[in-house]
């Protein structure tokens, strides 16, 4: 049974920070790529950052760059999303999702590109 799993999420003061976890089952963790994707209530889901298979290969939306990093451990089937001074604005569900790709790409733009979805966690950054 494939199953992404996050964690880490919760309520950080403005400026504080978190780390998400999103960790997999059920499949060959390694040979994806994986997105961090979020939404806050009322508003559409958004790209955060992503990942390739082999961690050759992340990409951040902009409000994200120079914030927010993205790192894997296949050994684990783990991927991290580290993030830094966080914002109001963060507050959000955040969701991971993973989809089989060989090549050393990701995608923030669609979340139709990928397969698997976790159920989120949620990040709660008070001002």
């Known amino acids: 049974q494939v199953q992404l799993v996050e964690s880490g999420g919760g309520l950080v003061q403005a400026g504080g920070s978190l780390r998400l976890s999103c960790t997999g089952s059920?499949?060959?963790?390694?040979?994806?790529?994986v997105g961090w994707f979020r939404q806050a209530p009322g508003k559409e889901r958004e790209g955060v950052s992503c990942?390739?298979?082999?961690?050759?290969?992340?990409y951040y939306a902009d409000s994200m760059k120079g914030r927010f990093t993205i790192s894997r451990d296949n050994a684990k089937n783990t991927v991290y999303l580290q993030m830094n001074s966080l914002k109001p604005e963060d507050t959000a569900m955040y969701y991971c999702?993973?989809?089989?790709?060989?090549?050393?790409?990701?995608?923030?733009?669609?979340?139709?590109?990928?397969?698997?979805w976790g159920q989120g966690t949620q990040v709660t950054v008070s001002s």
């Open positions: 059920g499949f060959a963790f390694d040979g994806y790529a």
């Open positions: 990942i390739s298979w082999s961690g050759g290969s992340t």
């Open positions: 999702a993973a989809r089989l790709y060989s090549i050393d790409y990701c995608n923030t733009r669609n979340t139709v590109w990928y397969n698997y």
